[in-house]
């Protein structure tokens, strides 16, 4: 049974580590949903956050495949994390403001930017509530879209 699961992985922060990373999934064929890589602060390592699916065997061989990299310190694979996603979206100005502001609200958001030709809002929230903003959003006639890939945290 096809499962979404949510990978994360520290690693020495050097050059190629991502590169790796991205081989050992396409070469055996494994899709990645989302791919988000950050500096840990105050360190030399990198996070390395992956939403992926697959049955368990296929899971079972990602996490055996990445344990195996040299720059992999540490992986993470549990279905307890806090998991969040952030979407910009660029609406022209003409629409109504106030109903976008109450539907960003909802959703951790609020408009961060107006000029005279448009508003980008941004919000932050699970990433199955982000998927049901951007549809929401549409009403509104959105100019652009882009949402961040999942960035997750063990909970204990």
Known sequence: MEKKRTISV?????HGVLSRISGLFAGRGYNIESLTVAPIPESDLSRVTIVTDGDAKVFEQIIKQLHKLIPVLNVVENDDFLEKEMALVKIPIEEDIASIEVLCRAYNGNVANANEKYIIVTVTDKPYRISSFLKAIKKFNPKEMI???TVALERY
């Open 10 to 14: 520290s690693v020495v922060n050097e």
């Open 147 to 149: 949402r961040s890939g």
